[in-house]
């Protein structure tokens, strides 16, 4: 098979993820984020498969998410830095690919309603940093 038509065949794949990653962050929690982040992973389990800055967005705001969840739950501490460390590891994957990301992932940080996956980190430093110096 030509190498064309096999990045073809990954960018279809790679575009399908990301649909079913985005349809999953608006379901209910935590179905919806545990639904995006599975399926990321399991994209992702390939490293020959091809990346993209909105699957790294996406993931990063399905880990938000979690940490929202978890927080309000009460979980320990380290289960809650495993999703912060996520969340900013797909930030940062996110912009290193496309920096125009910045500013839906700072809305997500941001708000206080609708997409508002990053705002459990709004006072945090790190994210604070990233997404919200010019």
Known sequence: MKKSATRDRGNVELRRVE?????????DPPAGF???IKTA????????????A???AWLACAYGQK??????????KKRLGDSRDHALQNVKLAL??????KGVLKGTLVSDGGDNDLSAFKDDPVFKALLLSP
């Open 54 to 56: 909105s699957l790294h």
């Open 34 to 36: 545990a639904r995006a």
């Open 41 to 52: 992973k399991n994209y992702m389990s390939d490293a020959k498969r091809p990346r993209s």
């Open 67 to 76: 940490y929202r969840w978890d927080h309000d739950d009460g979980a320990e």
């Open 19 to 27: 649909e079913v990653m985005i349809a999953s962050l608006y379901d």
């Open 96 to 101: 290193d690919l496309d920096k125009t990301w």
